[in-house]
Nanobody, 116 residues
């Protein structure tokens, strides 16, 4: 079955860093673009970052540009989100998505809390 298993979330102080991971299985990972989406408490979904199937093209929301870096390792079927200089407004549940253009798969989400 298709699985996206996320990890790396937790509690961090403002200015700190976290690295989120999303391990994929059950589909041809190297054929899929990967996307990170987040949801702050009481808010709707917000697109954070995307990376194309080969890893050569990356895209970021203005709110995270310069602080977050998306990357992927197709040999490990894993996508990462390196988050630096974290702010309280980065708090939320982070979801890993995979899309071929035909299908979209969702991870279970991992909680990030940025607080002093």
């Amino acid at each position: 079955e298709v699985q996206l298993v996320e990890s790396g979330g937790g509690l961090v102080q403002p200015g700190g860093s976290l690295r989120l991971s999303c391990a994929a299985s059950g589909f041809t990972f190297s054929s899929y673009a990967m996307i990170w989406v987040r949801q702050a408490p009481g808010k709707g979904l917000e697109w954070v970052s995307s990376i194309n199937s080969g890893g050569g093209s990356t895209y970021y929301a203005d709110s995270v540009k310069g602080r977050f870096t998306i990357s992927r390792d197709n040999a490990k079927n894993t996508v990462y989100l390196q988050m630096n200089s974290l702010k309280p407004e980065d708090t939320g549940v982070y979801y890993c998505n995979a899309t071929s253009g035909k299908y979209v798969y969702w991870g279970q989400g991992t909680r990030v809390t940025v607080s002093s």
